[in-house]
């Protein structure tokens, strides 16, 4: 049993390039959640899902998409990269709303240059 | 405005001295409150909840954490800090009627032997 994982672990990506970071849960959440982690401001909300199909704004979510086609995997994208998007992203899955604990993932470190 | 406040940033104790984090937050009903913890390059690990009833719950690994609805705290606290207690901790509510958890920007406990 994996929880959730998180692909890649690491990535460094020029101004401008595109990525997709995969997320994926084994544990049947309907929940699922993309943060991004930058010093001193906590964790901050992208987007979010409630569900096979569904999508959902977060706290910021310009300059990504994100995609959930099958349930146990989430998708965040970045269609152009700004060094503003370098940050640490974690994915998190939960059972169902917010008064259930969310499972995170280990995080993926990406750097823009 | 709504928010959630942790207001030491860096916390320094020695081992086996008593501890206490700090967190207020601002909305209009009780939400759901929550304390995690990331330790170094690792994804963030739920120690406690509360929702409602006693006013003080236990978690994982030693820690408690009293809700104080006249004060909008929900403060943790450990009796006997060790080494391995090392980490950042988030203090995260979840308002009700809402799919997210907003989380405070965190405090970076440090333990001396």
């Known amino acids: 049993n994996a929880g959730v994982t998180q692909t890649p672990k690491f990535r460094v990506l020029k101004t401008g390039q595109s990525m997709t970071l995969l997320c994926a849960q084994d544990m049947n959440h309907e929940y699922m959640y993309w943060y991004r982690q930058d010093p001193g401001m906590g964790l901050r909300l992208i987007h979010y899902s409630v569900g096979e199909g569904t999508t959902a704004k977060g706290e910021v979510p310009d300059g990504y998409n994100v995609s959930r086609l099958k349930k146990q995997n989430f998708l965040l994208g970045l269609e152009s990269a700004a060094p503003s998007q370098t940050s640490v992203y974690f994915c998190?899955?939960?059972?169902?709303?917010?008064?259930?604990?969310?499972?995170f993932g280990p995080g993926t470190r990406l750097t823009v240059t | 405005a709504q928010s959630v406040t942790q207001p030491d940033i860096h916390i320094t104790v020695s081992e086996g001295a008593s501890l206490e984090l700090r967190c207020n937050y601002s909305?209009?009903?009780?939400?759901?409150l929550f304390w995690y913890v990331q330790s170094p390059g690792q994804g963030l690990q739920l120690l406690l909840k509360y929702f409602s009833g006693d006013t003080l719950v236990q978690g994982i690994k030693g820690f408690e954490a009293e809700f104080k609805r006249s004060q909008s705290s929900f403060n943790l606290r450990k009796p006997s800090v060790h080494w391995s207690d090392a980490a950042e901790y988030f203090c995260?509510?979840?308002?009700?009627?809402?799919?997210?958890?907003?989380f405070g920007t965190g405090t970076r406990l440090q333990v001396f032997p």
């Open positions: 998190a899955s939960s059972p169902a709303g917010n008064s259930y604990e969310q499972y």
């Open positions: 909305y209009g009903a009780t939400p759901y």
């Open positions: 995260a509510v979840g308002p009700y009627n809402t799919d997210k958890l907003i």
